[in-house]
């Protein structure tokens, strides 16, 4: 249910951040959070890659 969001949900969500961050602040925070994503997706294969290692050297 929380996942699901339609197009008036949308809407709304973007008019709050508009009025909260303006317009020229928005291609900015977009920027930020996509390379905070980037970096929680590295990270995340980065761990499982160590996961890996360390169950096939047997520690």
Known sequence: M???LGGGEL???LIVL???FGARKLPD???SIG????EFRKGLEQGAT???TDEN???
């Open 35 to 38: 390379a905070s994503a980037k």
């Open 57 to 59: 050297s047997g520690s």
């Open 11 to 13: 809407i709304i969500i």
């Open 29 to 31: 925070l977009a920027r």
């Open 2 to 4: 929380l996942g699901r």
């Open 50 to 52: 160590d996961d890996d």
């Open 18 to 20: 508009l009025l909260l």
